[in-house]
């Protein structure tokens, strides 16, 4: 299944001339000529536009339109984020101005970067070759990127407020319970002693790092002929300070094997010659010079949230929030993912 943006019941429209005139006098530099606009189709929460103004190009990301939730998609967070990470992580794109003016948008927004290169969702391109050739160079390119990110030292980069390191799992474990059962719907076998498990076992990790708490091959961009340079890692809505092993755990959620059932989302990493989950943590363990006898844990709540993102999508379909029809048997991926984390926690899976 695709990741993109779910239709609402009402369609809502930006006064791209406002934004136009909001970004000339923000950015003097920008080139004559109109602005053309077009929108990603990818995520399942904020809005992301490509703007093209001559040969200069930004994306803007915004909240959703309609109601949210207090302090949801908090587009001023992620862009003081960016002011941190971009200067010492310049994978991270950087982020030109920050807009709350109701005058210009309904929502509050911000404009970074174009990182130029290839975002590889639901087919590899051509010009990385075959699978055998391109998947042993992308997987290790995925990992030595997470690696490098957490080899950020976060209070010198002065990202020490931007999260809160103590407790960070627990809060995790307990939240994400919560807002699972916020948008329960059916009664799944094996929840019950999973959540039991998950809370009962949380680690405690005395390392902290940058968390980027969304960080998967599609939210990297990839240099067009090199499948092992990355130029981008795009999304840091969710990015915080906490456990990097979290990271991973959500990384290899996201890193399909081809015996797995459907989880409700593009796998890439099915295909020959990506690495195995077991050969990622190798290769991981190799170059961080981390524990890793604790991943099962970390994988298992990885699927646990995965399962609680999609749970939240299929609760709002079901109750005729979005329409979209590919949503209607998400509630079977939520179930398999819960099963898969059962298999996890067991030493089924790794």
């Given at each position: 299944m695709s990741e993109a943006t779910p239709r609402t019941k009402k369609t809502q429209e930006v006064d791209w001339k406002k934004v136009e005139r909001f970004l000339r006098n923000e950015i003097p530099e920008l080139p004559e000529g109109e602005m053309a606009v077009r929108q990603f189709s990818e995520g399942y929460s904020n809005l992301t536009y490509l703007l093209q103004i001559g040969d200069w190009e930004g994306v803007l990301r915004r909240p959703p339109f309609g109601e949210i939730p207090p302090k949801a998609h908090d587009m001023e967070r992620e862009f003081k984020m960016l002011e941190k990470v971009h200067p010492v992580f310049p994978l991270a794109p950087k982020p030109y101005v920050y807009c709350e003016d109701p005058e210009v948008m309904d929502k509050h927004f911000y404009v970074m970067?174009?990182?130029?290169?290839?975002?590889?969702?639901?087919?590899?391109?051509?010009?990385?070759?075959?699978?055998?050739?391109?998947?042993?160079?992308?997987?290790?390119?995925?990992?030595?990127?997470?690696?490098?990110?957490?080899?950020i030292d976060y209070k010198e980069a002065g990202l020490a407020d931007m999260g809160k390191p103590e407790g960070f799992m627990e809060r995790q474990v307990k939240g994400w319970i919560k807002r699972y059962h916020n948008a329960k719907t059916d009664e799944i076998d094996g929840l019950e002693e999973l959540e039991q498990w998950l809370t009962a076992n949380i680690p405690v990790n005395e390392e902290t790092t940058i968390v980027h708490n969304d960080f998967k091959l599609n939210n990297m961009?990839?240099?067009?002929?090199?499948?092992?340079?990355?130029?981008?890692?795009?999304?840091?809505?969710?990015?915080?300070?906490?456990?990097?092993?979290?990271?991973?755990?959500?990384?290899?959620?996201?890193?399909?094997?081809?015996?797995?059932?459907?989880?409700?989302?593009?796998i890439i990493s099915s295909q020959p010659g990506f690495y195995?989950?077991?050969?990622?943590?190798?290769?991981?363990?190799?170059?961080?010079?981390?524990?890793?006898?604790?991943?099962?844990?970390?994988?298992?709540?990885?699927?646990?949230?995965?399962?609680?993102?999609?749970?939240?999508?299929?609760y709002?379909?079901?109750?005729?929030?979005?329409?979209?029809?590919?949503?209607?048997?998400?509630?079977?991926?939520?179930?398999?993912?819960?099963?898969?984390?059962?298999?996890?926690?067991?030493?089924?899976?790794?």
């Open positions: 970067e174009k990182k130029q290169g290839l975002v590889i969702d639901e087919e590899l391109p051509e010009v990385y070759g075959s699978p055998e050739q391109a998947g042993p160079v992308i997987s290790k390119n995925v990992i030595s990127t997470l690696v490098q990110l957490q080899a961009v990839i240099d067009e002929e090199n499948p092992g340079l990355a130029t981008g890692v795009l999304d840091w809505e969710l990015s915080t300070i906490g456990d990097p092993l979290s990271d991973v755990g959500s990384t290899l959620a996201y890193w399909g094997q081809a015996e797995d059932a459907d989880i409700g989302i593009n195995s989950r077991k050969e990622f943590v190798e290769e991981y363990a190799k170059q961080s010079g981390r524990d890793m006898s604790n991943i099962n844990y970390y994988l298992a709540f990885g699927f646990y949230k995965l399962a609680g993102i999609l749970q939240q999508i299929y709002r379909w079901k109750n005729s929030e979005i329409e979209d029809e590919r949503f209607r048997y998400l509630n079977k991926a939520v179930a398999n993912l819960i099963d898969m984390a059962n298999r996890t926690r067991r030493g089924e899976v790794l």
